[in-house]
């Protein structure tokens, strides 16, 4: 109660006050209303202010004042019962006990007790059950039912949209949908659902896009065109005609030639034919043109064989690769030693080598082999070596593992206890890791946090990590899953798409082939192709199978197998076989009359006769063309004819008129007026009304009387109406008239079309051509490969989708093929992303860690070590940390669970050692250790003693050993002798770890010696020496010298010989002179007196001159190694010759020439008289000549060879005349080089060339030509790959990645960065605009040479410009090749820079995985092409060019830009995308098609409409427009294809027209000249190894000569004189 009243005891003061105060101011207002409990305060502050107008009496003031006081006394009384019951409860709570609460459950926004039941809406009833909500719906009310639409069911009351169109609702049990409203007028608002208006026009009844241009179908003679939604037509003007008579064609609007014809062949308009010679051109007859093509070849198969002589498309039958032929099913060499490959009908098929079975149940993988071994072990995911111990830890529990040959055994072991010491000068901590913050356990393995690939271990206290060792998947097309370490089979990775298990698709690479992805592996097939009905089917462009042709009759096109009219004769029947149309005149039904009259094709049309070559309508009378007294009748087509009976006359005497047949009374009966006004008709003749044909009347005496014709019936089902009578000469079908003959679509049923012949009408389905691709559209008609129908859907071509069947795929429809690849998701920067449900890709919100899912900032048991170790999840990674141990109190505790440390056995080295056990002390530190009461004692082990001086201790091990001598990379034994291995004639001793080798010294102890081809010294013919014979291998001393000895040895063939020499003395390295020690009686070698000197470490390298001047010594491999050095031959007598104190060799102090019989000085050099070129020095007694050689001298004509006095060589002496080259006189004698080939002198007024002829160059399949600076001829090198930079920029590395990267400044664009060869550099401008960049100049490095390739295809070299071609042997050439430069450099090294922004940088393969820079790494996996200077992999395309920045080369300063991720397309906005789409689409058109299937065009066509986004309207679209197609061509090039693809208008190259040169794709980089046109032209482009590249030629038969095309006749007079290689010369003038 202590609060109510702190709060009320002011208030009560206040009111007392306010009280007070107005009493003894004797007066004050009456308050007119109560005030409220919140109003004394401010009653308090204004009372006392007021102005006391009228005294009151003293109570009336204070009777509200009580008021107030008495309603706060009963406030205040409820505050007290209200406190008293607040503290029964509290009292009460106080003495309550905690037990279980029953389950609640939650719904509705309340909590409901166990067993509650509740409606969260009239249809569900729900029920709390166990802690959790069940709802059920009630099903026995009618307006509960739910609704099923589409396979999807819906609730009651539920709203949804089945597509974006229409709004559905669901209420009891039905669905009622309504349409979107749409906007009215003519052109409502764009959108989904309601139709919209594009610019265009409508005219004649068809639609026409805005700016199209077309021809009038009513009238071709006119051209229209589409512009502001109006329609304007002028009438065309014809051109001359090409041919001498031209014909008007039907439907044409200018007259046309007939035919074409050329030498003595003719062929007629539309003809085709293949051109002879060449089977890959044909040709066409169009107009009086001939046009020619060449022939589209489909790629059926990747590696197709070569066509067979005489045909031009590549067969599937074999394959054609890496420059040989392979028959289907022939092995083929694989880069991958562990499978094996063959050829199959055109592809290649790999599969892994069959490993034989091994006797281990835990085989171990070694490197490079391919299959499992019992040499060590693999064990849950890591490698063991054989005899290793490893621990594991699981469920707590420690585990001890040992590996042997393959077989892993464990045990589990109880954590024992104590393994540290205590020493005296502390506690020590028993060995521990730290890494990133965190400690583990002596033996513990882990996983990084963050490096879910790399597995680590706690040796003696260090970390040890490494790479998890991934064994090869038993697949060929694993995946690498987000995530994971190691690929697996779940699915298939090809061609940079994800495939599922199970999942069919068509290669997009490849549309021909149908591929199934199956554990991993992919398995493709040609396409099915239905049967064709014809003998010679054919395979179109881009068509996977073949069809028979189509047949053109009349301008117009059927399809093979179409029964069709004849477009100009409809009574023939025409059919499309193999492309001919085959025509006969249609079958006529008989006609059901005598005498039918003749239709457009059958006579069979009865409504009239004809009879006696007249034609009679039907019902007509006519006399016997012949018998006047015969009546003829026409009725229904057939002819009656009778005998006429003469009427009875009412006349005495009848007149028989001449002509007629029957007598008549004169003039008695009157006839009747004809209808018409013409004469009368006579009495009983018949005759029909003008006006009405199909009424017959008869004249009687003046009267008339008429009747309808009958009709006989049609024999027809669909007649026409005739004048009076159906007709079957045509029909009439469904309310429309058709000839006979004429067919016509089925007004009734689609798709079926109709033939009229003879009145009746027959219909059947029209005939469709098998559709080219698997899943073609629906058509109007007949399917078409203008889209895909897809699982039921259709889509248009180009159309991406969501794959129906994988919603975590994505489909592209491209004419009638589908592919489908799993959706790309973005790299994530996380461990351990998690998928959430419903999703496609990871993400990092969550985490997925060894199959468990964990929420953000949810901490859990490790599930790999869920007792010792806890994680948390933080942003996609697990952070996991080891639980802290207790303190264990013994001196050496051991691990326990957890490792944690328990008092037990001895721990040591992380062995465990029981008590009293002994064992060897930690390696290296050769002690001997026993564990005892937890503690460990080591001693040091005793070694034995040795007693030789050179002694030596192996790694590993522990006592040293003696050693011998260590010389030519092996070791001897003390004491033992060799054969020299480079001199067999010599020999080598070990002594005291020294080497002395010596020239075997020859002792003869015979009178006869006979040395063969092989030996040393001459051998006796047998082992006898005074009388005693010898075994072979004995020896002896032959005389009273202790040096010489003799050996018996034995021979290859024949008997033993006996060979004798002096033996060899050691050398006595560092023995003073005073220590020297002469041989005692019956010994040979000198011995000292002291422990010669030892070669060691210090001394590696040094020489020493031992006491004998005949040998040096060298410190080699801690062995002394003296060689013996040898003398010349001296031409002095041996009585003059004399050996100098200190010196090894005799010496003379003059020589003696034999020839002539005199003495020359020492130094004195001189010629032999006999021979010029011959001259001689003396050397000491030693004579030495040297031969001066002279070139092959062949003068010109009036010129003469001289020798002048003193000199060897002749040379050529002519008049001073002097030569023309190149418009200028060379003076003669003058040399100049034409190129690395060729080099040119001027002698007496004539140009002599000497040309280098190169031998034939044969290279390996891995290897091809190329061109060593300053050298004529190639040489074989690895096959190279390229790089290229090419547009704004964009970059396609080494290994066939394309990167988009816009920086400014100057970047290391290839670089050898294992061996540092070299280094391209380029320097990027932005050119004006601003994100997006050109490359600027291209900077080569190699050494310290700096070649610089400028704008304009300017060259500097170390700063000063060249001109082309320069020569700077052996390391580099620069040549100009039409507009190319290109760079030879000596490591194989090629540089290709077009002058503007175009690089290309070569290299051979032997550089495979050593370079680095923004062109990849060239290991031949482009996914980690985006790796920096450090090694790691970067996030995005601008990261990885910003790091390979380099400082600006020398120049003026500029500022430069880092790269940004840009999309220029976005900035431009949709009409700019559009517009370069559409550009940008020649890439992929016909010009290009042939390269499509070695180049995809997919990343050219993105880097093209990228540029044109970045460059703009105006010029400088053009050139982006072209550098990207350029860029494209050249791929194509350099992979066999050269398409043909500038036009008038698109990336014109001019050539000077004037001086004979023409425009060519790809021209031979080395041209024919004055110089090399003897040369064959195979031999010429064999030996050039430059790329080809588009430029100005001279035309076939003309060669080039100082810059223009001259006939070869033209040339100037010039002489080759050989085959010798030229040297290098300046050009005249220089």
């Known amino acids: 109660m202590a609060g109510p009243w702190a709060a009320l005891l002011p208030l009560v003061l206040q009111l007392t006050n306010v009280a007070v105060a107005s009493v003894t101011d004797g007066g004050g207002d009456i308050l007119q209303e109560p005030p409220g409990l919140a109003d004394i305060q401010d009653y308090q502050q204004q009372a006392p202010s007021q102005p006391s107008s009228c005294a009151k009496a003293p109570w009336e003031q204070w009777r509200p004042l009580q008021e107030r006081l008495e309603r706060l006394e009963t406030q205040i009384m409820e505050l007290r019962e209200q406190n008293k019951e607040l503290q029964a409860r509290v009292r009460q709570l106080e003495s309550c006990e905690c037990r279980p609460a029953s389950p609640r459950c939650w719904g509705l926004g309340r909590a409901w007790p166990e067993g509650a039941r509740w409606e969260p809406d009239p249809c569900t009833a729900c029920v709390c059950r166990d802690g959790a909500v069940h709802c059920d719906s009630k099903p026995d009310l009618a307006r509960c039912h739910g609704c099923s639409h589409d396979g999807q069911t819906y609730g009651n009351g539920e709203t949804f949209s089945p597509d974006a169109c229409t709004t559905c609702h669901c209420s009891e049990g039905t669905v009622t949908c309504t349409q979107k409203p749409c906007p009215r007028g003519p052109c409502p608002e764009p959108g989904t659902c309601c139709p919209h208006c594009e610019p265009g026009c409508e005219y004649e009844g068809q639609p026409y896009e805005e700016g199209a241009h077309f021809l009038s179908s009513s009238n071709p003679c006119l051209r229209c065109s589409c512009l502001r939604s109006l329609v304007r037509c002028v009438p065309i003007n014809c051109p001359p005609s090409p041919c001498p008579k031209p014909v008007l064609r039907p439907g044409h609007c200018c007259p046309t030639c007939q035919g074409c014809t050329e030498g003595d062949s003719r062929w007629e308009h539309g003809q085709e034919w293949t051109a002879p010679g060449d089977p890959c051109r ?77 006797p281990c149940r835990h085989p171990g993988r070694i490197p490079d082999q391919c299959c499992p071994v019992c040499d060590g072990c693999e064990y849950q995911g890591h490698q063991y070596q054989s005899e290793e111990i490893f621990r594991l830890q699981e469920s707590g529990r420690c585990i001890r593992c040992s590996c042997q040959a393959g077989e892993v055994s464990c045990e589990e072991q109880e954590c024992p206890v104590a393994p540290c010491t205590l020493p005296d000068s502390g506690p020590q901590l028993c060995p521990a890791c730290v890494l990133d913050g965190e400690e583990f356990a002596e033996g513990v393995q882990w996983e990084p946090d963050g490096q879910p690939c790399t597995a680590c271990s706690c040796h003696d206290g260090v970390p040890m990590c490494g790479a998890v060792l991934c064994s090869p998947a038993p697949c060929q097309h694993p995946t690498q899953l987000p995530g994971a370490c190691c690929p697996s089979c779940e699915s298939c990775t090809y061609h940079g798409q994800v495939y599922a298990n199970g999942q069919n698709f068509t290669d997009a690479d490849s549309p021909c082939h149908a591929c199934r992805c199956e554990d991993g592996t992919v398995r493709c097939s040609l396409v099915d192709c239905p049967p064709t009905t014809c003998a010679r089917p054919q395979r179109g462009p881009n068509q996977c199978c073949p069809r028979c042709p189509d047949c053109i009759l009349e301008e117009q096109v059927f399809v093979d197998g179409e029964s069709f009219s004849h477009p100009r004769d409809p009574c023939q029947e025409c059919q499309c076989q193999e492309g001919r149309a085959r025509c006969q005149p249609r079958a006529c039904p008989r006609a059901p009359c005598a005498h039918p009259l003749p239709g457009p094709c059958c006579h069979n049309n009865c409504n009239g006769c004809a009879f006696g070559g007249k034609e009679y309508p039907n019902g007509a009378d006519f006399p016997h063309p012949s018998d006047p007294c015969r009546q003829c009748r026409c009725l229904s087509g057939s002819v009656q004819c009778l005998a006429r009976r003469c009427p009875p006359l009412p006349c005495a005497e009848p007149v028989l008129l001449p002509g007629e047949c029957c007598p008549q009374c004169p003039a008695t009966s009157s006839g009747c007026p004809r209808p018409g006004g013409r004469g009368p008709v006579r009495h009983l003749e018949h005759f029909s009304l003008p006006d009405d044909p199909c009424r017959r009347c008869l004249c009687l005496d003046g009267s008339v009387s008429c009747q309808r014709l009958p009709c006989a019936p049609a024999p027809c089902s669909h007649p026409r109406q005739g004048p009076c009578c159906p007709s079957c000469d045509g029909c009439l079908y469904q309310g429309k008239e058709f000839a006979s003959g004429e067919r016509f679509p089925s007004p009734t049923a689609t798709c079926h079309v109709c033939l009229c012949w003879e009145g009746s009408v027959s219909c059947k389905p029209r005939a469709c051509a098998p559709a080219q691709c698997p899943f073609p559209a629906r058509g109007d008609c007949c399917p078409a490969c203008d889209g895909c129908e897809y699982l039921g859907e259709s889509y248009l071509s180009g159309q991406e989708f969501p794959d129906p069947r994988e919603p975590c795929s994505v489909c592209t429809c491209l004419g009638g093929f589908v592919t489908c690849g799993r959706q790309p998701c973005e790299p994530l920067g996380c461990s351990d992303p998690l998928t959430p449900a419903g999703h496609c890709c990871p993400t990092c919100q969550g985490c997925l860690y060894h199959g468990v899912t964990v929420a953000p900032g949810e901490t859990l048991p490790d599930p790999l070590d869920p007792s010792c170790s806890l994680c948390t999840c933080q942003e996609g990674s697990m952070h996991c940390w080891k639980k802290p141990c207790p303190e264990a109190l013994c001196a050496q505790p051991s691990p326990g669970p957890c490792f944690c440390p328990v008092c037990h056995s001895c721990l040591m080295q992380g062995q465990e050692h029981q008590d009293g056990e002994e064992f060897e002390g930690p390696p290296g530190s050769c002690e001997w250790c026993r564990c005892q009461a937890g503690q460990v004692s ?42 020299h291995p480079k001199s067999p004639c010599s020999s080598c001793m070990c002594h005291e770890g020294i080497v002395t080798c010596a020239r075997v010294q020859c002792v003869s102890s015979c009178a006869q010696p006979h040395q063969g081809l092989g030996d040393c010294c001459p051998r006796c013919s047998d082992c006898e020496h005074e009388g005693r014979k010898y075994e072979p291998g004995e020896s002896f001393q032959p005389g009273a010298d202790p040096c010489e000895v003799c050996i018996c040895e034995l021979q290859p063939e024949g008997a033993p010989r006996l060979q004798c020499h002096r033996r060899q003395c050691p050398s006595l390295v560092g023995c003073p002179t005073s220590q020297l020690l002469p041989p005692g009686p019956q010994h040979c070698c000198p011995t000292c007196a002291q422990a010669l000197s030892n070669c060691t470490e210090g001394l590696m390298g040094s020489e020493v001159a031992p006491a004998d001047p005949c040998y040096t010594c060298q410190c080699q491999d801690l062995t002394w190694l003296c060689i013996h050095r040898p003398c010349p031959e001296l031409s002095c007598p041996s009585s003059e010759r004399h050996t100098p104190p200190g010196s090894c060799c005799p010496m003379c102090q003059e020589c003696v020439v034999e020839a002539e019989g005199r003495r020359v000085a020492d130094g004195e050099s001189w010629q032999d008289p006999g021979n010029a070129c011959i001259t001689c020095t003396c050397y000491r007694g030693h004579v030495e000549c040297h031969l001066e050689e002279c070139p092959t001298l062949s003068c010109p004509q009036g010129w003469a060879k001289v020798r002048e006095a003193g000199s060897c060589c002749e040379r050529c002496q002519a008049s001073a005349q002097s030569c023309e080259h190149e418009g200028r006189a060379v003076a003669s004698g003058e040399r100049w080089a034409v190129d690395v080939c060729t080099t040119c002198s001027c002698v007496a007024g004539t140009v002599r060339c000497q040309s280098q002829r190169c031998p034939p160059l044969s290279c390996g399949p891995d290897e091809a030509p190329a061109l060593s600076p300053g050298s004529c001829c190639p040489r074989c090198l690895p096959r190279p790959a390229s790089c290229m930079a090419f547009g704004d920029p964009h970059y396609r590395t080494f290994d066939g990645r394309l990167l988009h990267f816009q920086g400014s400044c100057s970047y290391v664009l290839a670089k050898d960065c294992r061996g540092g060869d070299f280094s391209v550099h380029v320097t990027n401008d932005n050119r004006g605009r601003r994100g997006v960049a050109w490359t600027q100049e291209v900077a080569v490095l190699l050494g310290d040479v700096a070649v610089r390739l400028l704008q304009g295809r300017e060259v500097t070299v170390d700063g000063r410009p060249v001109a082309l071609p320069f020569l700077q042997e052996p390391l580099l050439y620069v040549e100009l090749r039409r507009r190319t430069v290109i760079l030879h450099a000596q490591p194989g090294l090629q540089v290709l820079w077009d002058g503007q922004s175009q690089v290309e940088v070569s290299v051979p393969s032997s550089y495979r995985g050593h370079m680095c820079g923004l062109c990849g790494d060239f290991n031949g996996f482009a996914q980690d092409d985006l790796q920096g200077p450090d090694g790691v992999l970067l996030p995005t395309e601008a990261a990885f060019g910003n790091s390979w920045q380099v400082p600006e080369g020398p120049g003026p300063s500029r500022t430069c830009a880092k790269g940004h991720e840009v999309d220029p397309c976005r900035a431009a906005g949709y009409r700019a995308r559009r517009e370069a789409n559409a550009r940008c689409g020649v890439l992929k058109s016909s010009p290009f098609s042939r390269c499509h299937a070695v180049v995809p065009p997919e990343p050219f066509f993105a880097a093209c409409v990228y540029d044109l986004c970045a460059c703009g309207p105006g010029s400088l679209a053009d050139t982006c427009l072209c550098d990207a197609l350029e860029a494209y061509a050249s791929h194509c090039r350099r992979a066999g294809v050269t398409p043909a693809w500038r036009g008038p208008t698109l990336c014109v190259v001019g050539c000077p027209l004037d001086r004979g040169f023409v425009f060519d794709e790809c021209g031979p980089p080395c041209p024919r000249t004055c110089f090399n046109q003897h040369i064959p032209l195979g031999e010429l482009a064999a030996h050039c190894v430059r790329p080809c590249v588009p430029g100005c030629q001279c035309p076939a038969g003309l060669v080039e000569h100082e810059a223009h095309c001259i006939s070869p006749e033209a040339c100037p007079p010039v002489q080759l004189t050989g085959d010798q290689p030229p040297r290098p010369l300046p050009s005249p003038g220089q």
């Open 938 to 979: 080591c001693v040091p082990l005793q070694c034995p003693p040795l007693f030789c001086p050179l002694q030596v201790t192996e790694q590993g091990s522990c006592c040293p050993r003696c050693r011998g001598c260590l010389a030519h990379g092996e070791e001897h034994p003390e004491g033992s002798s060799w054969v």
């Open 282 to 358: 044909i040709c066409q007859c169009l107009e009086g043109r001939i046009q020619c093509r060449q022939r589209e070849c489909a790629s059926l198969c990747p590696y197709p064989a070569r066509p067979l002589p005489g045909t031009c498309c590549p067969l599937c039958d074999g394959c054609f690769l890496n420059g040989r032929e392979y028959h289907s099913g022939e092995p083929v060499g694989s880069g991958d030693p562990c499978s094996r490959c063959h050829c199959a009908n055109g592809s290649v098929q790999c599969e892994p080598l069959p490993c034989p079975p091994v």
